[in-house]
């Protein structure tokens, strides 16, 4: 995991930066933290990389907020904790969706509670597969996509119970697909990867959806296909 901890106070910054380093070593996670005293040289320092970033609100040059407006349009899934002495500021959190808001004088007891909160949201992520598309980057969960297809260059993932009915992006179905077949996806056809849960019904032809859907099926590889399907419908 790769933390990014902000403060202008270098007394305040070798503090964090030891909290933060306690609370992995006795949690067994492999990090990397790299500490700035200066908001500019985060920015610089390819804010895209990082899960989890710690900004003080009150700094010289640019403000907490005004950093994490910056890193969000870089970085749309990062974990934002703002470190204040005062409450001034918080509303403002809500602006680029901060994770959590800590005072200062009481962050002995708050940090870890923070910090437990914040593994469950990347381990939450982490078993999420990440889309990147024209207007961000979006993390799907594999149980909520129903199939995906490819059209050239461009793969669509068509999912349920999201904000949209699909998303799509440039890439290739083979990558998908190594990242996905282990989680219950089928390539069933050179343009189409199907969640498996999603089947309703499948022949030597076609596959149809619990949604109605119908998709072609290889007919060079129908039977070894039917016997994956069949197989993983034994396991369930």
């Not at 910056?70 to 001034?88: A, C, D, G, T, V």
């Not at 068509?158 to 179905?173: H, I, P």
């Not at 990558?175 to 989680?183: A, C, G, Q, R, Y």
Request: hydrophobic share 40%; with cysteine.
């Amino acid at each position: 995991m790769k933390f990014a901890i902000c403060d202008d106070s270098p007394q305040q910054l070798i503090a964090l930066e030891k909290i933060l380093k306690e609370y992995l070593a006795q949690h067994d996670i492999i990090f990397q933290i790299d500490t700035f005293d200066n908001p500019n040289a985060l920015l610089e320092c390819h804010p895209q990389d990082y899960d989890a970033a710690i900004l003080d609100v009150y700094m010289p040059d640019k403000n907490g907020i005004e950093v994490g407006k910056q890193i969000r349009k870089e970085n749309p899934s990062i974990i934002l904790i703002y470190i204040s002495e005062r409450l001034e500021f918080a509303p403002q959190g809500y602006e680029v969706s901060a994770f959590r808001y800590l005072m200062k004088d009481s962050l002995e007891k708050s940090f870890a509670p923070c910090m437990d909160a914040v593994l469950k949201m990347l381990h939450k992520k982490s078993a999420a597969y990440p889309i990147k598309t024209d207007m961000g980057l979006y993390w799907i969960s594999p149980e909520h996509i129903i199939y995906v297809e490819s059209n050239k260059r461009v793969v669509t993932f068509y999912v349920q119970d999201e904000e949209r009915e699909y998303y799509s992006c440039y890439g290739k179905l083979s990558d998908v697909e190594e990242k996905l077949s282990p989680v219950g996806f089928l390539r069933i056809h050179k343009s189409f990867l199907v969640n498996m849960e999603f089947i309703q019904y499948m022949n030597n032809s076609h596959v149809t959806l619990k949604n109605h859907i119908e998709l072609s099926l290889s007919k060079q590889n129908s039977n070894e296909l039917l016997r994956t399907y069949c197989l993983w419908r034994g396991k369930l």
